[in-house]
């Protein structure tokens, strides 16, 4: 079955430190999504890509970034974690059908804290 | 660009009917899309809807009216495993990423 998992499910980093978060999807989609989730403000765009080279930044994408080389992956880098970092990170994809998307697929979730 | 309105929190019991509202503000519209969240899961997709009028699924109904920009997902014969949160999504930016209520925590009590 096709599926959307992320990586590691868990991670302790101190303040300062790059970390990346894997996120690998098994549907073939074009479009990948990361959102973070935090208590009172739901779930909330970083960034998103239409297909393999392309990137865009979403509501929340400062100290975010994001790369996409092939269609199934979509890494999301902090390049210098902060703790108002600390968060459940989701991955998302989805795949537009009659012209746009109905239906997003998300991963597990990772839950950063940063230190 | 959306906005979406969800109430923070609702209780029902065992057996009941709930309904969870969902208002909205969006500058194109793309439908209006329910997602099941168990504490410590992911979200999952519950229902979607494009046109006026309800969707039945099971013990879960959404409807829309476009024409008032508001919805609801109603759940039937309610059970403990219904203990959630439950947020409503519509797409944005031409129709390709989904933006999402605060979401709606349900509580069942036995």
């Known amino acids: 079955d096709a599926e959307i998992t992320q990586s590691p499910r868990h991670k302790i980093i101190e303040t300062g430190r790059q970390v990346t978060l894997a996120c690998h999807q098994t549907w073939n989609h074009n479009n990948m999504f990361w959102y973070r989730q935090d208590l009172g403000h739901g779930l909330r765009l970083i960034h998103y890509s239409y297909g393999v080279h392309d990137t865009n930044k979403g509501e929340v994408s400062d100290g975010y970034s994001v790369s996409r080389s092939n269609t199934e992956d979509l890494p999301l880098t902090l390049e210098s974690a902060a703790s108002s970092q600390t968060s459940v990170y989701f991955c998302?994809?989805?795949?537009?059908?009659?012209?746009?998307?109905?239906?997003?697929?998300f991963g597990q979730g990772t839950r950063l804290t940063v230190v | 660009g959306q906005s979406l309105e969800q109430p923070s929190e609702v209780t029902a019991v065992e057996g009941a009917i709930v309904q969870i509202n969902c208002t909205y503000q969006t500058s194109g519209f793309y439908g209006l899309s329910w997602y099941q969240q168990h504490d410590g899961g992911a979200p999952t997709f519950l229902s979607y809807n494009a046109l006026d009028g309800l969707e039945e699924t099971g013990r879960f109904s959404s409807f829309l009216s476009r024409s008032d920009s508001y919805g609801y997902l109603l759940l039937q014969e309610l059970q403990m495993k219904d203990s959630a949160s439950y947020f409503c999504a519509a797409p944005d930016n031409y129709g390709q990423n989904f933006v999402f209520g605060p979401g709606t925590r349900l509580s069942v009590l036995p």
């Open positions: 998302a994809s989805s795949e537009a059908t009659g012209g746009w998307n109905t239906e997003a697929f």
